[in-house]
């Protein structure tokens, strides 16, 4: 019963597939030059959006990876590397960020507060640039290496099938947990609820966290389903596998749901004019349309479309509700962001374009990167025969 | 240290009992006539629910004027044993429904149980919200029904979703349970050969004929069920979070609190299943059915749930600083060095300190470590609750209304009658019903699943 019983052949993706991804990632990246050149702030606050879904799809990835170490599932080991793909999407991390470290002065206020404004004067030993940038620079080191030993590990596995591996980055696992639930809430005070200095709440780092692991298992799924019907994993999985897939989809839609309206309800009930008037920055002129669209993309249409039992398993409406969600998740973070700076109405240019593009012609060359040197199936882990036998 | 083989499934029992043993074995508590011990442990609990009708009956006859309550304090031991039983509850519907969806197997040996102490920690918790209005016989004005005064119950008030969320978990935790036992009185029925008792069980059964048709009906419902007490679940403990953090009274209005307070009571209630768990499969000899592994996988969740607990008390003293609030600064101050300082650092101490002690595996692995740590986590809990409802009402924005609170002799009689009556049912369930789920530990028997037959 040991896992050499598994037989996979490596298959290639396309070239078109690193064509399209290049392609992608240079047009995105026109715009994004011509942006800074054009409108410096604008596309610094875009970058925001991007680099802070980056986040998302990269390390949301790296703790569903660990998440499976912990918690001993099987179902998903078989898929396990496409989450170890994404999240190699840490490493080019400073690259998005970069650029808007520049620029800081344009999109952080409390960079230069104003002398009367006690309040911000009083969070400056947290919200000072040195600090900032000091947060950035360890956080993404604490990323990096967990992403580098724990795919080193399970890449070693390949060869040598040795199972004190699973057990080393199980160890690993648990330590990066609370890391995790650390770097991610105050990645997110920092980037984006720092972004309306005044305002606070003490749920904003599970908001963004419940966010970041639908869109890092929105991007897999899509991945992972694709793949499988084309036959890129071993032949014989079941759709059996696709129901948890749907089922955690499902799951963290409603989590989602939960802790936004958790955060909604509490500041309107309370009504104190220092908590509301961040929901009445998305509420004035057409943002109103904006966040009832919230509702319906990152909640209502998912909701309804992964209900059912048949659907969870399904892979067409895994594919598409996996779209919306990865959409839903990018449009979220605009919601976030914009209303902050555009107070009057939406806003809505070629520069937005620039990031989305970037990102996925980044996401599509990086896997492709990644799928040319290591194998997409973990051929050495000992679950893996387990993964592929599971039945629901 | 032990090399773990991850290419096989980990059996949920150990040493691979008959199947005729687990009926046998799981059933013999209900077969036989309790014990002196049985009488003794008995009698204990009912000396302390007996406190809980002296202080009930001194409350009634004089009013809740016999409780410490005071000026700005108007909520205290009354709502804090309230949340800290509706939060033991939590455990049963997480074991028995989120466990059952994620697929837990281990979590067939506890969930039964679980769910039984679910259902007793909602009554004991339903107790208080109806002694707190003072004149419990006006409860049914709690209910919105259309009254020949018109009056109608404030549908904005958390407080009366409380009444809404409690009782439908309720509801709905008792089908769930009910469903689950159907099987189990089917086997009873077939086992015992008093007449009275064949009548119950009988009834009970609903004509269960161990059918390949029955068992996919009820597979199908318990899915369903377990899909509705989801959400529920989460609901309950919300809600009652909401009876603060609607409210603008700092240390209570935060927005953390729906999350944190789930957290908390999952928290608090496995500790609490632990604890009782370690007891019975002693006396009854379930250590098979109930292993230390089990054990250990609960002793993780504790360590999980205990450090999102401590994530919420980090996050709301952070934001506390963060957010340049005066009023919000002082609160938090207040409560790690003011006057209920003690209580504060029982609550740290209690629940975010001790529990990781659980990083250990030896820890989680020894049991008297792990039942002095469950023990001192229910503490813990309790005065986290004590923390929040009394420190925020004792110091709010008026200075000159500050006071402390001291609980009295009838608040005392109270909380300890509160486990005397929750521990009485728990004593007659673990002796009128199976405690473990007789039809599902079968199935994780090993070799009873299609995935099991390559071994």
Excluded at chain 1, 119 to 146: C, D, E, M, S, T
Excluded at chain 1, 187 to 214: E, K, R
Excluded at chain 1, 254 to 280: D, G, H, K, M, V
Excluded at chain 2, 195 to 200: D, L
Aim: aromatic letters at 18%.
């Amino acid at each position: 019963m040991s896992s050499s019983s598994v037989e996979y052949y490596r298959k290639e993706l396309p070239s078109k597939v690193q064509t399209i991804g290049l392609v992608l990632l240079l047009v995105g990246l026109v715009i994004i030059i011509l942006g800074y050149i054009v409108n410096p702030a604008r596309s610094a606050q875009n970058n925001i959006i991007g680099f802070t879904f980056v986040v998302s799809i990269a390390v949301g990835s790296l703790f569903f990876v660990a998440i499976e170490y912990l918690s001993g599932a099987v179902w998903s080991t078989p898929f396990r590397r496409v989450g170890e793909f994404l999240s190699s999407l840490i490493v080019i991390l400073p690259f998005l960020a970069i650029p808007l470290l520049l620029n800081i002065n344009s999109v952080f206020h409390w960079t230069h507060p104003k002398p009367a404004d006690k309040i911000l004067i009083g969070k400056a030993p947290y919200l000072n640039v040195q600090f900032f940038i000091f947060r950035v620079i360890v956080f993404w080191l604490i990323w990096l290496v967990f992403y580098y030993f724990i795919t080193k590990n399970s890449r070693k596995q390949d060869q040598t099938k040795d199972q004190f591996l699973t057990t080393a980055n199980v160890k690993l696992s648990a330590i990066f947990m609370p890391l995790f639930a650390l770097t991610i809430t105050f990645t997110a005070i920092d980037w984006l609820m720092s972004l309306a200095p005044h305002w606070f709440s003490t749920i904003f780092g599970v908001y963004y966290f419940s966010g970041t692991v639908l869109a890092a298992l929105a991007a897999g799924t899509i991945f992972i389903v694709l793949l499988n019907e084309r036959g890129y994993f071993v032949e014989e999985i079941h759709t059996d596998s696709y129901y948890s897939l749907g089922a955690l989809l499902f799951a963290f839609t409603n989590f989602w749901a939960y802790i936004a309206f958790s955060q909604f309800l509490l500041i309107w009930y309370a009504n104190l004019p220092e908590e509301t008037l961040w929901f009445l920055d998305r509420w004035n002129g057409n943002w109103k349309f904006f966040s009832i669209g919230l509702l319906l993309v990152h909640f209502l249409i998912p909701y309804i479309g992964l209900l059912s039992q048949p659907s969870k398993s399904n892979p067409k409406r895994l594919v598409v509700m996996a779209s919306v969600l990865l959409f839903a998740h990018y449009y979220d973070l605009y919601w976030l962001v914009m209303p902050n700076f555009y107070k009057d109405g939406i806003v809505f240019g070629w520069i937005e374009l620039g990031f989305p593009i970037l990102i996925a012609g980044l996401v599509i060359s990086v896997f492709v990167y990644k799928s040319k040197k290591v194998n997409l199936v973990p051929i050495g882990d000992p679950k893996l025969k387990r993964g592929i036998d599971f039945r629901l | 240290m032990s090399t773990v083989d991850y290419t096989r499934e980990l059996s949920v029992l150990e040493a691979k009992p008959a199947l005729r043993e687990l009926d046998d074995l799981i059933s013999k508590p209900i077969e036989t006539k309790p014990n002196k011990k049985f009488y003794i442990a008995l009698s204990i609990t009912l000396s302390m629910l007996s406190l809980l009708v002296i202080g009930l009956g001194l409350t009634f006859y004089f009013g809740i004027g016999m409780w410490g309550n005071n000026n700005p304090v108007g909520w205290a031991f009354d709502i804090v044993n309230f949340v800290f039983w509706v939060g033991i509850g939590h455990a049963g519907t997480l074991i028995s429904a989120i466990l059952f969806l994620f697929r837990q197997k281990w979590r067939t040996g506890i969930a039964r149980f679980a769910e039984g102490m679910t259902i007793f920690a909602v009554m004991t918790a339903g107790l208080f919200p109806l002694i707190h209005l003072g004149r419990p016989w006006l409860a049914g004005y709690l209910f919105p029904y259309p009254s020949q005064n018109s009056i109608w119950v404030n549908f904005t008030s958390p407080l009366l979703w409380d009444v809404f969320a409690v009782s439908t978990y309720f509801t709905v935790s008792l089908i769930f349970w009910y469903v689950g036992l159907v099987p189990d009185f089917a086997t009873l029925r077939e086992k015992t050969n008093h007449k009275f008792k064949k009548i119950i069980y009988s009834v009970f059964s609903l004509g269960w004929r161990f059918s390949n048709r029955h068992w996919q009906n009820y597979e199908m419902v318990y899915l369903i069920l377990a899909g509705f007490a989801t959400p529920l679940v989460l609901s309950v403990h919300t809600i009652v979070s909401f009876d603060f953090a609607v409210s603008i009274i700092p240390g209570w209005h935060t927005t953390i609190f729906p999350p944190y307070f789930v957290a908390g009571a999952v928290f608090s209630g496995f500790a609490m299943v632990q604890n009782v768990l370690i007891i019975v499969r002693k006396i009854f000899n379930y250590e098979h059915i109930i292993t230390l592994d089990t054990l250990e996988k609960m002793n993780k969740v504790i360590l999980l749930t205990g450090s999102m607990v401590g994530y919420g008390y980090a996050m709301e003293f952070f934001i506390a600083w963060y957010s340049g609030v005066e009023a919000e600064q002082f609160t938090f101050l207040n409560r790690a060095l003011g006057p209920y300082a003690w209580a504060f650092w029982i609550m740290i101490s209690c629940n975010v300190l001790l529990p990781q002690l659980f990083w250990i595996k030896k820890n989680r692995r020894t049991i008297p470590v792990m039942f002095a740590i469950a023990v001192f986590i229910n503490v813990g809990m309790w005065f986290e609750r004590f923390v929040i409802i009394v420190t925020s009402l004792s110091r709010d924005f008026l200075p000159s209304s500050w006071a402390y609170y001291k609980p009295t002799l009838v608040d005392g009689m109270i909380l300890i009658g509160s486990f005397g009556f929750f521990f009485t049912w728990i004593l007659l369930f673990v002796k009128a019903l199976p405690v473990v789920s007789m039809a599902e530990v079968k199935a994780v028997v090993d070799g009873a699943q299609p995935s099991h037959k390559e071994l």
